[in-house]
């Protein structure tokens, strides 16, 4: 994987993305020649039109990223990544289409859009069927060799089976941890020179996978791999950079500690999303005031009680905040007491599990950001007698406090809405994830898949 600005990112993807912007601007230069030659125009050099080009990839580039088209999903599937391309062009050509509404003849021709639209989609899917099939087989995948034999050297092999897995596991060395689940597995007693040995395989990357290391680690042979080029991975870090989140089964303070994260630079990181999150949620309450009012009006007559509601939810640094959302539960919905939200929950009115579904009940808490309590990016913030509950449950609990709760965040693109103490667990690794390595890149990366999110509402309840 490659990590930019703190996030990690496969290769493969990252393969996949450069040749899909290649032929996104060689589509867009296919369009414009064919409806050059139709009217019978001389279509010009290239040069001229280099940043039409540019601009025309991008966008239809960020949408594709924003509708989930480099997800775990859309590389397994063709089917999948179809109707994802599909919707990333057909979005893509819809942004182009509006800046060349608002900059006339300097941009683009619609015409020609229609035609890039289509030519997009044929190259884009044959590019997956070849460079996708290709990026399926070990050939592009990192040589791994696995420490260990027992219950998270299990793990390891089941994330490796997976077929987006960036890695393949050549080999696990057994280091006498009692009954091994590998059977496979080499002991360490049969191999003489382990340097050698990960010499002669090809391997790439150590993952030491033993649940108990002290007096069990081969110190001297670990040295000699790590001075070879080999990385050398425990078992928690090489989890985070493949799944994007903290391992609670395997993760201790003094990992949290001495890992890498939770940057003291980020001061600047916070000034820049502190600016965007007052010009962006000025912006959205603007534009969203009627949705608002209209759907606060329908609230109103399909159930009594007020179109809003205030809860009290715990945010920075564990402090209480006001929440301020469109109700969608009936007025006596928690005279028992507060509950975590069912799948089908009776208390939901009609209208709540329409504005549910397209998470139009939370744009009141866009004033919310606009006073500082929250920002647009951040873990979910919850009620203060489930955040009582769930730090006596759940380890590192109260860590994912230390920034600001957001409208969304890593875990609710990531994992489906939570309604108990294991979803709650769930979640938490990704919240852990995003307190430890965010920065205004992984925020836009955030804010891109929430599209995913609103468009394919999977996890809304």
């Known amino acids: 994987m490659i990590r930019l600005f703190k996030h990690y990112i496969p290769h493969a993807v990252i393969l996949l ?125 990192r040589r791994v060799m ?71 680690l081969p110190l001297k042979d670990l040295l000699r791999i790590k001075t070879m080029g080999v990385h050398v991975n425990d078992f928690s870090t090489f989890l985070e950079r493949e799944t994007g989140r903290i391992d609670l089964d395997s993760v201790n303070p003094s990992w949290l500690i001495f890992s890498d994260g939770f940057s003291s630079g980020r001061m600047i990181s916070s000034a820049a999303k502190r600016m965007f999150d007052i010009l962006a949620s000025g912006l959205l309450l603007a534009l969203s005031l009627p949705v608002i009012i209209i759907f606060a009006l329908l609230v109103r007559l399909d159930s009594k009680g007020p179109a809003f509601f205030r809860q009290t939810r715990v945010g920075l640094y564990g402090q209480d905040f006001e929440l301020l959302k469109l109700r969608s539960m009936t007025l006596d919905a928690e005279e028992n007491g507060a509950r975590w939200a069912d799948r089908d929950d009776p208390r939901v009115t009609r209208v709540g599990r329409f504005i549910r579904k397209f998470r139009i009940d939370e744009l009141p808490q866009v004033w919310t950001v606009l006073m500082g309590k929250m920002s647009f990016v951040g873990p979910r913030p919850e009620r203060p007698n489930f955040v009582h509950d769930l730090e006596e449950h759940l380890p590192f609990y109260a860590e994912r ?61």
């Open 17 to 141: 993305g450069l040749f899909d912007l290649c032929l996104l601007a060689l589509s867009g230069e296919l369009s414009w020649l064919f409806r050059a030659s139709q009217i019978g125009m001389d279509p010009g050099s290239v040069a001229h039109r280099i940043g039409s080009l540019v601009l025309f990839a991008l966008v239809v580039w960020v949408a594709m990223i924003a509708v989930g088209v480099y997800g775990a999903e859309a590389l397994r599937s063709m089917r999948y990544a179809g109707a994802r391309l599909l919707v990333a062009v057909s979005l893509g050509i819809i942004a182009l289409s509006f800046i060349d509404f608002l900059l006339p003849g300097h941009t683009f021709w619609r015409s020609t859009l229609v035609y890039a639209m289509v030519l997009a989609v044929l190259l884009l899917m044959l590019n997956r069927l070849i460079v996708g099939g290709l990026l399926g087989t070990n050939a592009f995948r």
């Open 401 to 461: 406090h230390m920034v600001k709760p957001g409208i969304t965040g890593w875990a609710q693109i990531n994992y489906p809405y939570g309604a108990s103490v294991e979803d709650a667990r769930q979640k938490l690794e990704f919240d852990l994830y995003y307190a430890k390595n965010y920065t205004p890149f992984l925020d836009l990366l955030i804010l891109l898949q929430t599209v995913r999110v609103i468009l394919w509402p999977e996890g809304a309840r």
């Open 146 to 216: 696995v420490l260990g034999d027992g219950a998270r050297a299990l793990r390891l092999k089941k994330l490796a089976e997976k077929r987006e897995a960036g890695f393949a596991i050549v080999s696990y060395i057994g280091m006498n941890e009692g009954s091994p689940l590998i059977e496979e597995a080499i002991p360490r007693s049969a191999v003489n020179d382990l340097g050698r040995y990960v010499e002669n395989l090809g391997i790439s990357e150590v993952v030491l996978a033993l649940q108990e290391r002290r007096n069990a």
